[in-house]
């Protein structure tokens, strides 16, 4: 079931759980290309974002016309990630590969579905001649920022909001 991202990216990550794979939910257009593995995304990405609204699939086709792009981990058909991201150019960096979003499933923490996303991200941001990938992490995500300093990552800036 789905689109499978290439095989560099299927691993064993542990043999009695079975092979953790990447799915591209979106299309070259940013079209959603794999409807039933959007609904599947949905579970999962609600542990980190639970204020999207009732209507996910209409909210996450408004975020791929704006550019925005999912793929998933996959461990015998059940979606343990989600990642969102998207390419664009900007003033500061040139052309930036951000991620909206990086998830895993609370119960498949630590099993190799983060790494196994982020690896996926990082090659398609250099396959499209992006110089590194970039994300943001509440401040209260405290193993998340573990997660990302063990995978490299480093912190360039503060993001700043004023809400009106």
């Keep these: 079931m789905g689109r499978e991202a290439p095989d ?3 691993q064993r990550a542990n043999m009695s759980e079975g092979a953790l794979r990447i799915v591209q939910v979106t299309g070259a257009e940013g079209e959603v290309a794999e409807p039933q593995w959007l609904s599947a995304a949905e579970r999962v990405h609600r542990q980190l974002r639970p204020q999207l609204p009732a209507g996910y699939a209409e909210k996450m086709r408004h975020v791929f016309r704006d550019g925005g792009e999912m793929c998933l981990a996959v461990r015998a058909d059940r979606v343990v990630g989600v990642a969102v991201f998207r390419e664009f150019e900007n003033t500061h960096i040139g052309r930036r590969f951000y991620v909206d ?7 498949e923490r630590s099993t190799g579905a983060g790494r196994t996303l982020l690896a996926y991200l990082e090659k398609v941001a250099r396959d499209r001649g992006c110089p590194g990938l ?3 992490s509440g401040t209260h995500r405290t193993r998340a920022h573990r997660f990302y300093f063990r995978e490299d990552f480093f912190i360039t800036a503060f993001s700043f909001r004023k809400e009106f």
């Design 8 to 10: 560099t990216f299927m």
């Design 134 to 136: 970039d994300l943001e």
């Design 101 to 107: 979003d990086l998830v895993t499933d609370e119960s």
